[in-house]
T-cell receptor
Framework: AQRVTQPEKLLSVFKGAPVELKCNYS??????LFWYVQYSRQRLQLLLR??SRESIKGFTADLNKGETSFHLKKPFAQEEDSAMYYC?????????FGSGTKLNVKP | DGGITQSPKYLFRKEGQNVTLSCEQN?????MYWYRQDPGQGLRLIYY???????QKGDIAEGYSVSREKKESFPLTVTSAQKNPTAFYLC?????????????FGDGTRLSIL
């Protein structure tokens, strides 16, 4: 069965510290993976896709098929990164979302 | 301004009442989706549609109904059969074809019970 797991509900770090939001997936085919972000009072929006292999707002994510993971990383967290982050997988014409991780970056 | 428009922003339902949430997109996307967002549970798929006049049930379709008469519109009706309708509802759309096409989301509708 298709599943996306984000094990951390809340992650708190200090400004300038590295941050890693974990995402593991279960999928029988070739996965299409995404990270979405929801800032306070804003709509859910795409942060990055695994196919892009680019850095967005300093965040990167590498697809590790061996470990079935797609962790989101940023070397130096900023206060404006505080938001809800969702990992998503697209498969069989549907999207599967993890339960989300709330990132709190403290000053 | 292209995007997805959901209305109303807030909606209240009385016992035994059906209510309809509107979702309109001008992105020319084929696929549209409805999700329910509850605290700590992420997004759960209610219904989705890949083409006009066709739609499929998602994981939590009971108590909900949809229609897709136009490409731009995908309204969701929360029926009286849905016993726990209080939630935040999100509509999304995406291109159906093409690898790694992301979803675009609306601002959501918050439904509460009177």
């Amino acid at each position: 069965a298709q599943r996306v797991t984000q094990p951390e509900k809340l992650l708190s770090v200090f400004k300038g510290a590295p941050v890693e939001l974990k995402c593991n997936y279960s999928y029988s085919g070739s996965p299409e993976l995404f990270w979405y972000v929801q800032y306070s009072r804003q709509r859910l929006q795409l942060l990055l896709r695994h196919i892009s292999r680019e850095s967005i707002k300093g965040f990167t994510a590498d697809l590790n098929k061996g470990e079935t993971s797609f962790h989101l990383k940023k070397p130096f967290a900023q206060e404006e990164d505080s938001a809800m982050y969702y990992c998503a997988l697209r498969g069989f014409n549907k999207f599967y979302f993890g339960s989300g991780t709330k990132l709190n970056v403290k000053p | 301004d292209g995007g997805i428009t959901q209305s109303p922003k807030y909606l209240f339902r009385k016992e035994g009442q059906n209510v309809t949430l509107s979702c309109e997109q001008n992105l020319n996307h084929d696929a549209m989706y409805w999700y329910r967002q509850d605290p700590g549970q992420g997004l759960r798929l209610i219904y989705y549609s890949q083409i006009v006049n066709d739609f499929q049930k998602g994981d939590i379709a009971e108590g909900y109904s949809v229609s897709r008469e136009k490409k731009e519109s995908f309204p969701l009706t929360v029926t009286s059969a849905q016993k726990n309708p209080t939630a935040f509802y999100l509509c999304a759309s995406s291109r159906d074809q093409g690898y790694s096409q992301p979803q675009h989301f609306g601002d959501g509708t918050r439904l509460s019970i009177l």
